[in-house]
């Protein structure tokens, strides 16, 4: 009998008799393999199935993952079986299937599942749970190791940022891993130079040198000879006396027109120390060279600062200057102006020209301007006559710059109103003196305001007193409170003294 045509039967008659008795089938625990007679026997796939030419363990629904792959030797076979309880009995790990009690892998077992876990998950305590993020990268539930501790894109990688690298200054992240930039070399927590030394181990093994700040060096006391260090500071080979130097055990001889020099050997012409160079006051020895410090220089056998002249050429940015005592100045009579030395007279801006009004210096000279001349103490135009001398005519004289005909005692006007004048004509030049008095009762100003109606009176402006109300003094030509230490409303009629703080009635 088949496998469909028994499971219809158990579907259309669920409740059999069994010796008279009623028998219950589960149909849920009845378990069917693919390829299984009636008696758990295997058997050739029914043609009309759908699961027909498909091997019996080909990932069916019974088929866990764990056994795709057929190992005789990767689990026990047992007894004929129904449903996984019959394979109890056998132990932990066994299961039914095709009809036959198996044993899982135990290596692909979690609790009572014959499969392994899948990726993102692990077996915890027969369990498969979810990795946790920490412990999650890709399909592994371990942890990035400490040399490789991001995960990205489901790899463990070094970095993904420059500031994953700051635990050693100065490395760079390049496709995913620290490294410090080419021509560069990791040391303890910094990237130094290829050709720097880290430690002592990059100073060759048998030599005794030591890493110093990046450079191998012998230490202290020692000197490199042939290649190691030796105790000691005199010469290893006669190269290290210098030229015409031989060593000899440690020590350095010179030859002839050689002498030792801070244990070398060095040409007699040459200097040793500053006391070689007495032939110039100050000068140093440096290199073997005398030469005067760096702020100084040489001038006459002795060192000066650079900022003094040693001669006069040294002078040269003001024309005609000398040095003198170390500073360039100009001769005796003369003075600096403008790049040059000029007489001591003569003029270098317009202010020294002040003497004379309207002068300017020009060419060192004081001048008038274009269209004028000098007149005494000032320049005048040049059609201006400036003595009678310019007049040619007779009776003609210079009159305030205009040549005029002047009649002698003729009469003219004086600035004072109340003053008669007369032509001078013998003074130089010609002018209108005072003659006395004039314009006797002709009016006038006196500039005093606290008089009137002022006329000439015997040469003189005079004007009558303000008269004001009994009480009242004129002041600055207005009528006020006479001796008022209050208010003083004056534009009362009469004006009023009030108490000080009051105020005027306007």
Known sequence: MSRRTLLALLLAAPLFTLGGCHLFLDLEEIRWSEGV?????????????????QPADAGGPDAPDAMVEEDAGAADAGPQCHLDRD????????????????????????????????????CNAGTCSPCTVAQHCGSSCTACPATSPICALSSCVECLYPTDCATVAGQVCAANTCA???GQKVCGTLCIPDTNCCDDDDCGANTGKICLQGSCACPDQQRLCQGTCQAGSGCCESTDCGAGGTCTEGACSCGGGHE???????????????GDCSSVAGQVCQNQACICPPSQKECESKCIDN????ASSDCASVAGQVCQDGVCQCPAGKRSCAGECIDVAACCQDADCAATSGQV???????CPDQQKLCGSKCIPSAHCCSNADCGAAQSYCIEGVCSV??????????????????DCAASPPRCVDSGAGNEGGQCDDSDGC?????????????????????????????????????CCAEDSPPSCQPLGSSCRG
């Not at 007679?37 to 030419?53: H, M, N, R, V």
């Open 37 to 53: 007679t009636d008696a758990g026997l295997p058997i050739a796939p029914d043609a009309a199935s759908p699961d027909a030419g």
């Open 451 to 487: 008089t009137m109606d002022d006329v000439c009176q015997s040469g003189q402006c005079q004007g009558a007193p303000r008269v004001c109300a009994h009480g009242e003094a004129c002041t600055d030509g207005a009528c006020v409170c006479d001796g008022c230490t209050g208010v």
């Open 361 to 367: 210096c020009r060419a060192h000279q004081c001048s």
């Open 180 to 182: 410090c930039p080419d």
């Open 406 to 423: 002047c009649v002698p005692d003729a009469t003219c006007a004086m600035p004072d109103p109340c003053r008669a004048g007369k032509m």
């Open 260 to 274: 030792l020099c801070s244990a070398v050997c060095i040409p007699g012409t040459v200097c040793c120390t500053d």
């Open 307 to 310: 900022a003094l002249c040693c």
């Open 87 to 122: 394979c109890e009995s056998l132990g932990e790990g066994w299961y039914c299937r095709a009809g036959t009690c198996e044993r899982c892998i135990i290596d692909q077992r979690c609790g009572a599942l014959c499969s392994p876990c899948a990726s993102g998950t692990f």
